[in-house]
């Protein structure tokens, strides 16, 4: 082979792998809510210098090589780190969309704060997605799986090198995405809580594969002839559809289990967000490969509701709503916000007390199989997920967590930043002027706030000859929630030093 050859490939490498490391001084550039995709382009940056150094190497290599066949073995590791800079450049677009243009900025820092507390040696970022949809995804093992069919990141990197770019920083870079169209929705931001729930599900979910296959194999081995002839004629064999059925039970296991941890981290805020979500769906029962075999939203809802126990919750509130009593002519008190909510979980409860979603599932034997013994494989999810959470960081119905809710309501009601809660200290402790210490409110707090007010009394505004004013509240409400997340968060990160100065 010809030296040209190779100059010729080493420089049309060496423009890619340029215009990619121009990309990334720009992005340097660029203001994030955190530093976290600063990391990410930090980590790129390293596997550029090291590509841009395996280029130098490769072409000397070529140079001095006798045998066409390591010359064509060289010329392939050429076009393989192509391909690299092509697919890594893709994940840019994580790093586009971090931009405090085009985030809901202010409460990012909080979030990611929440998930860094759970989870280990694992970078956060969120950013938004044009699909309409929350998601997640390991930007190195996406990268992984979209080099598949052609190549295999260790045919360029052995561990050395792979340790070496990675030193000082996370072993995992995980994107949390939100549908682009809501960026200022905020209240249905909630759901990033059921994407960090993935996180912590893989181990859960690789056991009970193991442990309910042999179940499953010889259920699917025992069909009849009848059940046999309602499966899609595609799954002919045994083996396609115990493939099958594992995918469908792992897809249902993964969402709903995934459902109970915002609920266990976000309370009746993730109930209300996941509601949202489900009330334009195209069907509340079907089960499919259409929708990649999510489960049913009414399944979802039977089990986010069950979790939740929101009996017990009103209960609580229903303990102290008396003492919270605003002027004004359509809410005027937290006993006719609690009504409200109560009758809006009541509909809720009845939609999720149909059984259309069962019938559905019963349809098909692959999908009825899927889901049997559903309850028993949950209860264990749950149960991993709860010994993966400190009981700290669990939104639990507590008079204390009830009391929160309703004072920065009442904050929202009079249009001011939901940050924080004034309580009452004993004698002897610093007070403010009115005998009570501020305390930041938590991020679960303010977003149930917020969904209260909006369920509670937006809805008592709303005609079309005044959608108007409708929306200008609205836009308020969700000003004011991210107001009061950010100043919340501010005044968590400054207590540790202004301590130190009392």
């Avoid at 550039?29 to 990391?39: G, Q, S």
């Avoid at 971090?98 to 860094?116: D, F, G």
């Amino acid at each position: 082979m010809e030296t040209s050859t190779i100059d010729y490939l080493v420089t049309a490498a060496t423009e890619k792998l340029k215009s990619f490391q121009d990309r990334l001084s720009y992005l340097k550039l660029v203001r994030f809510p955190t530093a976290n995709p600063n990391k990410l382009i930090q980590l790129f940056s390293r596997i550029s210098e090291l590509l841009e150094k395996k280029l130098t190497t490769y072409r000397e290599k070529f140079q001095v090589s006798r045998k066409d066949e390591s010359k064509h073995s060289i010329v392939r590791e050429v076009k393989l780190l192509v391909l690299l800079i092509k697919t890594l450049g893709a994940r840019l677009r994580y790093i586009e969309g971090a931009s405090i243009e085009r985030t809901p900025w202010s409460m990012v820092h909080a979030v990611q704060e929440l998930a860094q507390g759970l989870l280990n040696d694992t970078v956060l970022i969120i950013r938004p997605q044009w699909h309409y949809n929350y998601g997640g995804v390991d930007v190195i093992e996406e990268w992984r799986l979209d080099l598949n069919q052609e190549a295999d990141i260790r045919e360029i990197f052995d561990r050395v090198e792979w340790d070496a770019i990675h030193e000082g920083l996370a072993r995992r870079f995980y994107i949390l995405s939100f549908p682009g169209l809501e960026r200022d929705n905020v209240l249905l931001h909630v759901s990033l809580g059921h994407e960090i729930g993935h996180l912590l599900l893989s181990g859960f979910l690789d056991q009970e594969e193991s442990l309910f296959g042999k179940r499953i194999r010889t259920k699917i081995e025992q069909l009849d002839p009848e059940q046999e002839k309602k499966i899609d004629s595609k799954y002919e064999t045994a083996a396609d559809r115990i493939k099958r059925a594992f995918q469908i039970r792992r897809r249902a296991l993964e969402e709903i289990a995934a459902d109970c941890f915002a609920i266990s981290i976000f309370g009746p805020a993730a109930l209300l967000a996941l509601h949202e979500f489900a009330l334009f769906a195209r069907s509340m029962d079907k089960v499919s490969e259409a929708t990649d075999w999510y489960p049913p939203w009414r399944t979802r809802l039977r089990y986010a509701l069950r979790h939740l126990d929101w009996p017990t919750w009103y209960t609580c509130f229903g303990t102290i709503a008396s003492d919270s009593k605003w002027t004004d002519g359509r809410i005027n008190s937290g006993i006719t916000i609690l009504n409200v909510l109560n009758v809006h979980i009541s509909t809720l409860e009845q939609l999720a007390s149909e059984t259309d979603d069962q019938t559905e599932i019963q349809k098909d034997p692959l999908t009825e199989i899927a889901y049997d013994s559903l309850d028993e494989s949950l209860e264990r999810g749950k149960n991993d997920l709860d010994s993966q959470v400190d009981q700290s960081r669990k939104f639990l119905s507590t008079k204390e967590r009830c009391v929160e809710i309703f004072a920065l309501l009442e904050r929202l009601h009079y249009k001011i930043p939901p940050n924080e809660v004034l309580i009452a200290k004993p004698i002897g402790s610093d007070l403010d002027l009115a005998g009570r210490t501020r305390t930041p409110a938590t991020l679960a707090s303010i977003f149930n706030a917020g969904w209260f007010h909006r369920v509670a009394y937006l809805p008592s505004i709303f005609s079309f000859d005044r959608s108007k004013t409708y929306f200008e509240e609205l836009d308020i409400l969700n000003r004011l929630v991210l107001k009061g997340i950010e100043m919340s968060d501010l005044q968590r990160e400054y207590a540790p030093y202004s301590s130190t100065r009392n």
